[in-house]
């Protein structure tokens, strides 16, 4: 009776095939550690660009020295140009001396025909005294309109980072004192309350 002798298996080979079967299942080695450093650099990268935004933002969040100082200076020099105006008005401007002396060479040629004292003193020292009174007066008010701008400017507009440097506020109020003081001065020569116009005598034996 013959006999089919039956199929053997190769033990290397069962052996071989169960090795291949497990690295299918659990992956290579290689790709195991790569999948497990993965999300490990993803998030080293993640961290990396979140230092970078933080950075930037601080950046924009600090003020431009440059800036600042553009600001300062605008408002310093308008500080500067109100005193220099306050003085102007208490010690006197060209142009009222040129204002005074057109006015006293008008009321020479008014009176030049003839006239009493009292019209000759009005036309020639009068007008002239009032004149001048009124231009230095101009100028206090322009002392105190600038200083009183610059001491209120920070309350209006967009906020400064920084608050107003303080020289800055001290020459503003020195403008604003010089003008205030200008102001009632020439208000004083105008309406001749310090000094009175001259007066003719009366003639002798009138």
């Known amino acids: 009776m013959n006999t089919t002798p039956s ?35 993803l998030g080293e990268q993640a961290a990396r660009d979140d230092a970078a935004d933080d950075g930037i933002a601080d950046e924009d969040l600090e003020p431009d020295p440059f800036e600042e100082a553009r600001r300062g200076v605008g ?15 208490l010690t006197g401007a060209w142009t009222g001396r040129v ?9 020479q040629i008014k009176t030049s025909g003839g006239g009493s004292a009292a019209q000759q003193i009005s036309e020639i020292y009068g007008d002239a005294w009032h004149t001048t009174a009124l231009v230095n007066g101009v100028f206090a008010l ?10 209120v400017r920070p309350a209006f507009g967009a906020p400064a980072d920084r608050p107003q440097p303080a020289w800055v506020r001290a020459v503003a ?21 310090f000094v009175s116009l001259p007066s003719a005598g009366t003639p002798a034996g009138g």
């Open 142 to 151: 322009l002392a105190l309109l600038v200083g009183v701008v610059v001491l």
């Open 75 to 89: 408002a310093g020099a308008a500080a500067v140009v109100s005193a220099a105006l306050g003085v102007v008005a």
């Open 7 to 41: 199929k053997t298996t190769n033990p290397d080979e069962t052996a071989a095939a169960e090795d291949a079967a497990t690295k299918d299942a659990l992956g290579t080695p290689s790709e195991a550690g790569e999948s497990a450093t993965a999300p490990d650099d």
């Open 173 to 193: 109020l020195a403008g604003v004192a010089l003008g205030v003081l200008g102001v009632l001065i020439s208000a004083g020569m105008y309406l001749d309350l």
């Open 99 to 107: 204002a005074a002396e057109r006015e006293t060479l008008i009321g």
